[in-house]
């Protein structure tokens, strides 16, 4: 009687539970998953293994028979397919099922089983296998990229302000081709960077000439700067972003691999270049530059979004695939990695702060400054990747060694933090929620951030001249090039 009752409570608890994730398994692994209802069949034989587009059954690797649950627990294996074979499916899955044949059957139906609760979904990752080096490679340089001569966005000074007061890079650079106009937002980025003056990209293979190849030319300001990227990684190395992109924590573990790079899957699988960590001459940065080489007027996104992917499915040890597969929270929504992209939808959303960012290191907000509509706009809350900083900082004051050579007096750095906070507000981007704030945010941030006097005695700690050099053994590859301040 107990185990009748206790059977039907499980039966009922399980009734109750939500449809389950779906299970993740690497190629050549093994996934172990609950099957039934049995029905009361409990006499089997000829039990398997069965993925839809795998067109092969194999027998499970374990797997026995719980007459309380009426259902199989079976560990099954991954097979090593070729990814172009699960490539072309977006996302690449498979569905999972459980063929087998009741002993007590002469005509030997087969019977299939999905998993337990809801129809099981094996998402494929694929074994990218880039090494981990004993100590730092991506040497300890920060390049954004602003191309086209317009005026500079206060984004791009928050950009630079981030990494400055989290990450703390040895050098930041900005780099353009024609320089912007002369206003507080370029004075804002002199203060924190470098600005280094570049000329039209080239191509750099003879093979790549031909008619048929477009002109780098004809190419737009955004175009031009995704070669500009990896012109600059493939020289000197380091760390390349768009001034879309905020600093919001550590990016030490990642500079011990020879590239790194964010998935996204939008809806196809593609690798984010809006942010790139690269040693100096990494072989990953050449593939990607020599796509560009070989461009010939197909869509733009195909080369540098999608292709890369490809290319690195191809080259599975070549580059950190950051980000994949792209993890989610319990409710379903995306749940942003180490390298984070996020829309400009989602970015404008009040209320989902905490769930945007977490973890978050890198955060890039593509195509920021073309948000669909004024009133999006407006709604961005890019104060809060300010305070985010600011609280990270006050938290573990900075020594903002990228302006050793380069000092900017307290009232500067006070100045460019209050140029970028009172622009944004004016802009009408709202202050963060309470709630919504790092709990560690010094007391100083927001709520007295048009106090000038109250923020330089926080951020006073912070600017300590640098001492020593980098401690996790990076080498300084920065080339100066031309520079304007």
Partial sequence: MGVVVAAAVLLAMSARLPPVNP??????????????????????RDVRCHLDYDGDTRPPRKWAVSALLDAINATCAVPHLPHEAFLGR???????????????????????LSGRRDRVVLTYLFPFSAPKRERAVVPDVLHVLHLGGAALPVWACLSLLTAALVWNPRHIVLHVDALPPEDDALRCARSLA?????????RRNASAGAARVVPF???????????????????????????????????????????????????????????????????????????????RGEPWGRVSLELPFRLAMREPSLARIVNYPEARWPNGRKRPGTMAVLSVQTFAERGKLRDAYGDVALLHVPALGHAFSRKARERGDLLYALT????????????????????????????????????????????????????????????????????AAALQPALAPAQGTDADGAGDAFAEGTFLN
């Fill in 217 to 295: 030319a004809q190419l737009r300001a955004d175009q031009r700067s995704d070669i500009l990227r990896l012109d600059l990684l493939l020289e000197r190395g380091g760390v390349a972003i768009e001034p879309d992109t905020f600093v919001l924590g550590s990016i030490d573990r990642l500079r011990r691999h020879d590239f790194s790079i964010a998935f996204r899957r939008a809806p196809l699988p593609t690798l984010e270049n809006g942010m790139m960590l690269s040693a100096p001459r990494a072989p990953f940065a050449a593939l990607l530059r020599d796509a560009f080489d070989r461009w």
């Fill in 23 to 44: 299970l993740s398994a690497r190629l050549g692994g093994e996934v172990s998953v609950l099957f039934g209802p049995l029905n009361g069949a409990h006499d089997l």
């Fill in 90 to 112: 977006l996302p690449p899955r498979a569905n999972l099922t459980l063929l087998y044949v009741r002993a007590d059957d002469p005509s030997g139906t087969i019977h299939r």
């Fill in 388 to 455: 985010h900083a600011l609280a990270g900082m006050s938290d573990a004051p900075a020594r903002l060694h990228a302006l050793a050579t380069h000092r900017m007096p307290d009232e500067a750095l006070c100045a460019s933090v209050l140029f970028v906070a009172t622009r944004l507000l004016a802009a009408g981007h709202a202050l963060p929620d309470e709630a919504d704030l790092p709990a560690r945010l010094s007391e100083h941030f927001p709520a007295h951030v048009a106090n000038c006097t109250a923020a």
């Fill in 194 to 202: 470098r600005v280094e003056m570049h000329a039209q990209p080239v």
